[in-house]
């Protein structure tokens, strides 16, 4: 049987049922990150990115975005978890004709943004590769309480993002800010039920959170905040690597949520029984089911 096959996500299940865990872990494999047991008030956040050439980046892309990105998509998912990045560790896998200028270039911007996120490069690994392959872990720290994963969203919740989506790969996916801030002001203010950051599509990733959290979903078409490079509506909310957040709160705190002035927060849509599916609401008023896709390796 060939990959292909099972597809990304029904290989990772495959080996999710392999792995087994003791008792200094509070979440595994399945969430935007793995949560370890820290101390009395706050659990440890742990992560890993891999980004490759010719599937994340172009060969032609100035490498110090690229380096920039491979933190940036961590730095992604401890925000999405409600947390503060920390300490991180760095792999290259190197071409042999590459040049010290190149990886020069590379480290600077993964350098530069880990400055700016007060994030310490604590180590890592340099590797002969026939393509450019960065992969990144970052460790960081949470709140217990402040804790958010992909389950929780309770049926009635509304559902919310930071930031527009679509055409991201004209180069927004190389330039996005991660939404720390945003994920700390959420945390820190209000009570937010579930979060996940859309790396891999609105529709994708927001199913993410309807299978952990058992319920199902509504999105308003009209709703959707869309970049100005974003083709159409239904493109970008299939289209990956928009790097927003996507998070659903109680009526009452989503209120609160969209009066704040301080960032742009946005409602999209609901949270549905189960049994209602994941539904799309059109412009015309028109209601569809939808599939759940978006980006997939396999």
């Not at 099972?6 to 509070?26: A, H, M």
């Not at 945390?187 to 199913?207: A, E, F, P, R, T």
């Amino acid at each position: 049987m060939k990959i292909k096959s099972l597809g990304e996500f029904g290989l990772i299940k495959r080996l999710q049922k392999k792995i087994r865990l003791n008792s200094s872990v509070v979440i595994g494999s399945g969430d935007d990150c793995a949560v370890l047991k820290q101390d009395k008030l706050n659990y440890q956040l742990f992560t890993c990115d891999m980004i490759c050439a010719g599937v994340d980046f172009k060969k032609t892309d100035d490498l110090k975005l690229v380096g920039r990105k491979a933190l940036a998509i961590s730095i992604s998912d401890i925000a999405a978890c409600g947390g503060v990045p920390q300490h991180a560790v760095a792999s290259f896998g190197i071409p042999k004709n590459f040049r010290v200028r190149q990886i020069d270039l590379l480290s600077q911007g993964l350098f530069d943004l880990a400055n700016d996120f007060k994030i310490n490069i604590v180590g890592g690994d340099i590797s002969l590769a026939p393509e450019l392959v960065i992969d990144l872990s970052l460790l960081g720290q949470v709140e217990k309480r402040k804790l958010c994963l992909r389950r929780g969203a309770k049926v009635n919740d509304i559902i919310l993002v930071t930031g527009d989506f679509g055409g991201s790969l004209l180069g927004k996916h190389l330039k996005f800010t991660p939404r720390l801030k945003e994920a700390r002001y959420l945390v820190n203010h209000y009570k937010i039920n579930s979060m996940i950051d859309v790396s891999d599509g609105l529709v994708q990733d927001l199913g993410h959170i309807l299978e952990h959290s058992a319920v199902g979903g509504i999105i308003y078409e009209v709703l959707v905040p869309l970049n100005k490079d974003a083709r159409n509506v239904k493109a970008a909310m299939s289209a990956g690597e928009d790097f927003e957040l996507l998070f659903t709160a109680s009526r009452e705190e989503a209120r609160k949520i969209i009066k704040c002035s301080k960032y742009c927060f946005r409602a999209i849509g609901e949270i549905m029984p189960q049994k209602f599916g994941l539904r799309i609401t059109d412009a015309a008023g028109g209601l569809r089911k939808t599939k759940i896709g978006g980006y997939r390796h396999f």
